[in-house]
């Protein structure tokens, strides 16, 4: 069974940071581009950070773009997202996705469309 399991979320203070991170199992998630989306409240999901199977092309939405990093563990299937200098608008629910079609791509979609595979999500909540 394919799972991606969302772990780090939690409450904090703007200006504060976190680290999320995304366990994958049930297949080999490492030749494949692995991204976070994020749902605000009454917002649409929207892509946040990218990246594609060797880390080489690593994506950001604009508006966490200087803060936010992700990264990835191959050898032990895991996506991470640090996240600092959080500001209240960062307040969502994210969600780990991997892409199920496209082994070792260079591109980095920025679509849900594109990502087969999904967490539960995992709750940040930012306060000021």
């Known amino acids: 069974q394919v799972q991606l399991v969302e772990l780090g979320g939690g409450s904090v203070r703007a200006g504060g940071s976190l680290r999320l991170s995304c366990a994958a199992s049930?297949?080999?998630?490492?030749?494949?581009?692995m991204a976070w989306f994020r749902q605000g409240p009454g917002k649409e999901r929207e892509f946040v950070a990218g990246?594609?199977?060797?880390?080489?092309?690593?994506g950001y939405a604009d508006s966490v773009n200087g803060r936010f990093t992700i990264s990835r563990d191959n050898a032990v299937n895991m996506v991470f997202l640090q996240m600092n200098t959080l500001k209240t608008e960062d307040t969502a629910t994210y969600y780990c996705?991997?892409?199920?079609?496209?082994?070792?791509?260079?591109?980095?979609?920025?679509?849900?469309?594109?990502?087969?595979?999904w967490g539960q999500g995992t709750q940040v909540t930012v306060s000021s």
């Open positions: 996705a991997a892409d199920r079609d496209r082994p070792y791509s260079r591109n980095l979609p920025r679509d849900s469309a594109d990502y087969y595979y």
């Open positions: 049930g297949r080999i998630f490492s030749d494949y581009t």
């Open positions: 990246i594609n199977w060797d880390s080489g092309t690593r």
